[in-house]
């Protein structure tokens, strides 16, 4: 077996053929979450396998990536025969992010690949000082992913300060280069991870796309909407969900974006609605600000409100993105937290293999970019652990350039601590097989709590001024309170004041949901509808049972029921 050093081109070969189009849009299904087809999407029918991914690195060898490393997605990617090339998206960027340029020291670290070349370029510090020798980890070995069984039967991982240059050892990634600087798009050895996990799930259908890590989906949106946005003076505004997660939101309002709502149903956004929008924007109207062209969108457990876009939605969503040349922000943390709602598919779960839950996915907007219009942001923090501040953003080589000049100079990529040790998790003892044995078993555990749940809900929330739908992704559900029936409503009250009182009512109780008005993508307007949230994430079966027959006596005392 060879071995793959990581600083030569290795770009693959791109073919280019006759952009492929989308097949036909269906008419709207209705708003049933339970409607949601079943995926099959355009992605998996010349799908790569986890046997296609082995076998490329068997021919490409021990990967070597030494300290501060350059390294790209081209280097991991297959041949992408056949596709086209992206469409030029530049006209999306703002000012601020045309005027970046390329980290000097950061691309200085391109000549390391020089054989024998001695650096006294930049400021790395050298790993002798780095006061840490070694880590030890015991991590589940799949499928046996419980507490109990790690720590029964888990393996011993060690990292070493030495390992990829001790040749008893030939390790990929040591200690010596993860506690080091690196490039701000990530390690060679995680970035080649996350790149083929990528392109075995998603598959983008045209040939320049291209992944980089980033510092999780947080800071990933703030440097997005800067690439995309301009703030003061151009006044720029952004469409969203019209209930949106509060962060973005208030990632959104200091950057002088204003955020406009798109009306859901029980599928997300509706793209109906985003064109009417869209086709009749007037900015005399708009406080002077332009035809929005990014859209933020969660399609798959959309949170506040769970809400997942099926397949159809999304041709439609992208259809409409296509139309009015949005610009399309992806954020996808709840994408592998799907879970059926019928007994007999809840069963198969226990059976499932991997290639059956790689086609229960609902594909992607990214799967159904033909144009380099979506940038895909994915994080660690929901299926793995949210302290890695690590995630990755997919989109065509142009923009991840973009987005990497303001990473170089901001946060300098993801943190390398948390880098090794996802890598050593996901790759060298799972792999890819594995990562995706660990992502069945969560959507499985996850499954029992959504109904964990919805029986506390059904046992103890008052039906007839409390509705929810039980979600079909992610970690919340979404309660609805028919505020009309509300004694205060009634004497004149507003809907806002209500739900301070029936939050503080909750809190005094002992119970924390989110208040629905916090996730208002249009903070600026009158609410008419009341809602709470309520995770199923974070507590336990017994805790979160009790938590939801408070909140049911904070409704019932609120509504002199
Ligand atoms: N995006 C959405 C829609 C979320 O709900 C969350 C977390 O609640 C995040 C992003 C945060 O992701 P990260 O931890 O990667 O910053």
């Known amino acids: 077996m060879g071995e793959a050093l990581i600083n030569g081109s290795g770009a693959a070969s791109n073919d280019v053929s006759a952009l492929e189009t ?8 209705d708003a049933n979450p339970s409607e949601i087809p079943p995926a099959s999407g355009p992605s998996r029918e010349n799908a790569v396998t986890i046997s296609d991914i082995l076998e490329r690195r068997a021919k490409a060898g021990r990967l070597i990536a030494p300290t501060a490393s350059y390294s790209d997605s081209d280097m991991f990617k297959g041949p992408q025969v056949g596709k086209p090339k ?14 970046r340029h390329p980290c000097a020291l950061k691309q200085a670290a391109r000549h390391l690949k ?67 600087y690196a490039q701000a798009g990530g390690s060679a050895q995680l970035l080649r991870f996350v790149t083929e996990h990528t392109e075995l799930v998603h598959n983008p259908p045209y040939s320049d796309w291209r992944s980089c890590l980033t510092i999780g989906s947080t800071g990933a949106l703030e440097q997005t909407l800067r690439m995309l946005c301009d703030g003061p003076g151009r006044r720029d505004s952004i469409l969203t969900e019209e209930y949106s997660f509060s962060t973005a939101l208030e990632t959104a309002g200091p950057l002088d974006l204003k955020v406009v709502g798109v009306k859901m149903d029980g599928q997300g956004l509706l793209p109906e609605a985003m064109d009417e929008l869209l086709s009749n924007w007037n900015p005399e ?11 933020y969108t969660v399609p798959s457990g959309q949170n506040p409100t769970s809400t997942t876009q099926g397949l159809e939605r ?29 007994e007999s598919k809840k069963t198969e779960l226990e059976e499932e293999t991997v290639e ?35 995630g990755w953003v997919t989109a065509s080589e142009n923009i991840i350039e973009q987005y990497l000049r303001h990473a170089e100079v901001c946060n300098q990529g993801a943190n390398g601590i948390s880098q090794v040790i996802l890598y050593k998790l996901l790759d060298e ?19 029992k709590r959504r109904d964990t749940m919805v029986t506390a809900a059904e046992k103890f929330l008052p039906k007839e001024v409390v509705s929810w739908t039980v979600p079909v992704a992610g970690m919340f559900y979404w309660l609805k309170i028919d505020h009309s029936q509300h004694p205060g409503i009634q004497a004149g009250k507003g809907i806002l004041e209500v739900e301070e009182e029936i939050f503080n009512s909750c809190i005094a109780r002992g119970v924390l949901v989110a208040r629905g008005s916090w996730f208002r993508a249009e903070q600026d307007t009158e609410p008419n509808e009341l809602f709470f949230r309520a995770t199923f994430a974070a507590a336990t079966a017994e805790n979160m049972t009790e938590a939801i027959r408070r909140f049911g006596e904070a409704i019932r005392e609120s509504f002199k029921l």
């Open 22 to 29: 989308l097949g036909p849009v269906t008419k709207l299904t």
């Open 86 to 99: 992206s469409k030029s998206m530049n006209h999306h960027l703002s000012a601020e992010s045309l005027s």
């Open 114 to 180: 020089n054989p024998g070349i001695i650096s006294l370029g930049g400021g790395l510090p050298c790993a002798e000082y780095f006061p840490i020798e070694s880590i030890t980890l015991k991590v589940p070995t799949p499928p046996h992913f419980s507490e109990a069984a790690t720590s029964q039967s888990g393996a011993e991982v060690r990292i070493g300060k030495y390992d990829s240059t001790d040749p008893s050892i030939q390790g990929t990634y040591d200690l010596a280069v993860a506690l080091n």
């Open 285 to 295: 109207e708009r406080e002077g600000r332009r035809k929005p062209h990014v859209l």
């Open 314 to 342: 999304r041709k439609q969503v992208y259809e409409v993105a296509r139309k009015h040349d949005l610009f399309v922000i992806e954020d996808e943390p709840y994408y592998y937290l799907q879970m059926p709602l019928e």
């Open 356 to 390: 059956s839950f790689m086609s229960s996915l609902i594909p992607s907007l990214l799967s159904l970019d033909v144009d380099g219009r979506v940038l895909r942001m994915d994080s660690f923090s929901k299926v793995v652990v949210p302290g890695s501040r690590v």
């Open 429 to 447: 003892q799972w792999g890819h097989e594995g990562y995706f044995k660990w992502l069945m078993n969560l959507r499985q555990e996850y499954t």
